[in-house]
DNA sequence: CTGAAAGCGCTTACAG
DNA sequence: CTGAAAGCGCTTACAG
C-alpha cells in the first residue's frame, strides 16, 4: 500500500496529469475524453486503488467536504441523535462531519470554531452557547455558511432550525391542568439561552401569571451539578405540595425521577411529571413518561438543506429562519 | 474577514514567509530568530486574527491532525461516550475527530474507511464489523495506526483495547447463580462478532455445559429488528419458566424491560434481570439493574494512548492488545 | 539570525 | 481531444 498518487496514475496511463484528474472526477465526458483513456485511466487507478489526497484537493479546491458541527455535549442522546442523522443523510454524499463538544462553555466554544475554521470546513452547525454569535455572524458573512440549530439569539441574523419551546412548555402545562392539576412545579436550569427563556416564559406566563399563584413553584437550577440540584429541586417542590413537575430538559427528567424513586413518591400518584424533551427509555420503563418530542431527523435534513442551499445558491441571503411544532406525547405519568 | 495569508503576515511584518511560519509555529527560538521579530510577527498575526490553512500545512507536512473514529451507531451511548470522553483527551491538543457510524454493514464501513484514508487521518479508531480486517491491517502496516476498540480478532495482529467479554458474562451468571437462580435465560445477538462469541460461549460454558442445561434457555436474534425479536425472546423464555435473564447489551436489556413492563411481569419478583453494559438510566428507574459496567473512559484514554504511542514511535512495534477487566455493579433487579 | 526556493499532490484556465 | 504550467498556502532543507 504505496502512496500512489496522481502522477502515478498518470504515468501508468500515459496520459498527462490533467485528463487523469479530469477522468478520475468524472469530467471525462465534459472534456471529451476518449472512452479509451478514460476506461484506461479508471482500471489503472482501480488495480492500483487509487485514493486521491484530500489534502491536495482541498488546497486547490478551496473546498473540504466536511461540515462542522459543535454541540454542548456529544454524549448527550438528543446531540448524538443528531449527529447521527446527520451522518445518515450525508452518507452517499463526499461530506463527513468533524465533531466538537462545547461543554456550554464560550471559550471551548470559541475555540472550535476557530480550530474548525483554520481546517476550512465547508459548513459550520451549531447548537450555540449564544456567546460567539459575533463571531459567528462574521463567519458566516464571509462566505462560510452557518447553521444554529436547537439554540438561536432573535438578535441574530443567523438561520437557525430550533423547535418552539414556548409552544412545547405551554403544551405540557396546558396538558398537566387539564388533568386537573393546581399546583404545577417547574425544574429548569439557569443557563443564559434563549430557548431556555423561553420555556420559562411560557410556564410563567401559562401557568403563574394566568392563574395568579402567589407561590414560587419554579426552579432554574446550576448547569455545573444540575445532577444533585435537580434532586434536591424536587424534594423542595415535593415539600411545598406540588402536584406535578415539568422538567425542562430530558436529563432534568432523568435526574428527578430519581430522586423521587429515593423517596419513595410514586409517581402518577403523589405527583405527576412531563418533560420537555422525549428520551427512548421514557417509553420503556413504567410508568411511561409523558413528553414534549424534539423532531431530530427533521432538525438534521433541515440543517442540511438550509447549508446546501447556501453553499449552491451565494446570491440567495434569504436566511432560513425555521421553526418546527414540537409534539406533546401524552403516556401516563 | 478576508482570508489573511503567511504571506500578509510576512510582508506587514516585513520578514520572510520562512521567519514568520517558524514563528508562528513555535520554533522562533530553536530557530534563534530575534526576539524583536518574534513578537512583531505574533503580534501582526493576532491582530489580523490569522488562521493557518489547515489544507496546505496538511499538505505540506503529511499531516492532518485528525483522528477517525468508526462506531456502529454513534446515538448509541456507550459509543457517544466514548467519542466524547475522546474529544476531551483530544481538547488542549491539535487533534479533531471525524466521525463514522458503520451500521454494523461491511460495505459502509469499508467505504468510511477509504473515505478517511483519503483525507489522511492520522490515525484510525474503529469498533469494526470484523469484517474489514484485511484492509485494516493494510492501513496499519503502510504506517497509519489502527487501533480496534469495542472488537478485535484474535487471528489479527493489530492493537485492541477491549473488556473482557468471556469474564463479563461469567460475574452476570455467577452473580444470578448465587442468589439462587437455576433458570437463567440469555438473550443476544446473532452477530459474527468475537465479542458476541465470547460472551455466548461464557454463557454456555459457565451455565449451560456447567450445571449441564438440558432446555436451551439461549436466544441470538438479529441485529437488524432487534427490538420486537428481544421482546418475543423474553416472552418465549419466560414461558420456558425461567427466572433469570441475562442481556447481552444494553439496548437488548432497555428492550427486555420493555417487554417485562408490557406483560405486566413483576422484576425481580417473578425474573431476575442482569444486563452486560451498563446505561445512566440503569441507576435511575426502579429497581435498579444489575450490570457489567465497561469503563468508557478507560477505553478512550488506552486508545489515545496506543495511537500516540505508535506515532511517535515508529519502530516499537509492540501491538498493544488490552483487556480491560469489566466491574459488576450489583444492584437489585 | 534570516531568506529564496523547492515541494507537498492536486485542479484548472489556457493553449493548441 | 490532450498537455504544459501555474497556483492553492503552507513547511523546511539548504545556503549564507
Given at each position: 500500500m504505496k502512496k500512489v498518487s496522481l502522477q502515478v496514475i498518470a504515468q501508468k496511463a500515459e496520459v498527462s496529469m490533467t485528463t487523469a484528474s479530469m477522468v478520475l472526477n468524472g469530467k471525462g465526458d465534459k472534456h471529451k475524453i476518449n472512452k479509451t483513456t478514460q476506461d484506461k485511466v479508471l482500471r489503472i487507478a482501480k488495480e492500483l486503488n487509487y485514493r486521491p489526497n484530500a489534502s491536495a484537493r482541498n488546497l486547490s479546491?478551496?473546498?473540504?467536504m466536511t461540515i462542522g458541527i459543535i454541540v454542548p455535549?456529544?454524549?448527550?442522546s438528543y446531540y448524538s441523535s443528531i449527529a447521527f442523522h446527520l451522518e445518515q443523510e450525508l452518507a452517499h454524499s463526499e461530506y463527513h462531519l468533524l465533531l466538537g463538544s462545547s461543554l456550554e462553555d464560550q471559550a471551548k466554544e470559541e475555540e472550535l470554531i476557530n480550530a474548525f475554521l483554520a481546517r476550512q470546513v465547508d459548513a459550520l452547525l451549531v447548537a450555540t452557547t449564544q456567546q460567539n454569535l459575533e463571531l459567528l455572524e462574521k463567519v458566516n458573512n464571509s462566505g462560510i455558511p452557518v447553521v444554529l440549530f436547537d439554540r438561536h439569539h432573535p438578535n441574530s441574523q443567523l438561520p437557525y432550525i430550533i423547535v418552539d419551546n414556548y409552544a412545547g412548555i405551554k403544551k405540557l402545562v396546558d396538558h398537566l391542568y387539564q388533568s386537573g392539576h393546581k399546583a404545577i412545579g417547574y425544574i429548569g436550569l439557569d443557563l443564559d439561552l434563549h430557548a431556555i427563556h423561553e420555556r420559562q416564559r411560557a410556564y410563567r406566563e401559562n401557568y403563574m401569571d394566568r392563574f395568579n399563584m402567589q407561590t414560587n413553584y419554579m426552579r432554574a437550577i446550576e448547569y455545573d451539578n444540575y445532577a444533585e440540584s435537580c434532586q434536591q429541586a424536587v424534594s423542595e417542590l415535593l415539600t411545598l405540595g406540588v402536584k406535578a413537575i415539568i422538567f425542562e430538559t430530558h436529563y432534568l427528567t432523568l435526574h428527578g425521577i430519581k430522586q423521587l424513586v429515593e423517596l419513595g413518591v410514586n409517581y402518577p400518584d403523589t405527583v405527576s411529571i412531563a418533560s420537555f424533551g422525549d428520551h427512548e427509555v421514557f417509553s420503556i420503563f413504567s410508568p411511561h413518561i409523558t413528553a414534549i418530542d424534539q423532531p431530530v431527523d427533521r432538525i438534521a435534513k433541515e440543517c442540511l438543506k438550509v447549508i446546501f442551499e447556501r453553499m449552491t445558491n451565494r446570491?440567495?441571503?434569504?436566511?432560513s429562519k425555521i421553526k418546527l411544532e414540537p409534539e406533546l406525547i401524552i403516556r401516563n405519568s
Open positions: 479546491r478551496g473546498k473540504t455535549n456529544i454524549a448527550d446570491e440567495n441571503e434569504t436566511t
